[in-house]
């Protein structure tokens, strides 16, 4: 007499869990310059302007920590992140 034994086991794929926005931005980011470009409504660039900013912005949590130096503070008030 011969046994025949099936065992079929199933699970569910492991779902690739992707970070949400808020976790991937933790932490420090540098900012070494700024760039400022403006198109027109063809796409053709219209104006465009680099400047040394230097800053970092800290993400931890639901808060932002905004570093510039002192020569660039005159971006901390006009600088948001949505």
């Given at each position: 007499?011969?046994?025949?034994?099936?065992?079929?086991?199933?699970?569910?794929?492991?779902?690739?869990?992707?970070?949400?926005?808020?976790?991937?931005?933790?932490?420090?980011?540098?900012?070494?310059?700024?760039?400022?470009?403006?198109?027109?409504?063809?796409?053709?660039?219209?104006?465009?302007?680099?400047?040394?900013?230097?800053?970092?912005?800290t993400f931890y949590?639901?808060?932002?920590?905004?570093?510039?130096?002192?020569?660039?503070?005159?971006?901390?008030?006009?600088?948001?992140?949505?």
């Amino acid at each position: 007499m011969s046994l025949f034994c099936l065992s079929l086991f199933s699970c569910k794929e492991d779902e690739d869990i992707q970070p949400s926005i808020k976790q991937t931005l933790q932490g420090t980011w540098e900012m070494p310059t700024l760039r400022d470009t403006y198109y027109d409504e063809s796409d053709k660039l219209v104006y465009e302007s680099v400047s040394e900013l230097n800053a970092e912005i800290t993400f931890y949590g639901d808060s932002t920590r905004n570093s510039f130096p002192e020569e660039n503070k005159h971006y901390y008030n006009t600088f948001s992140i949505y």
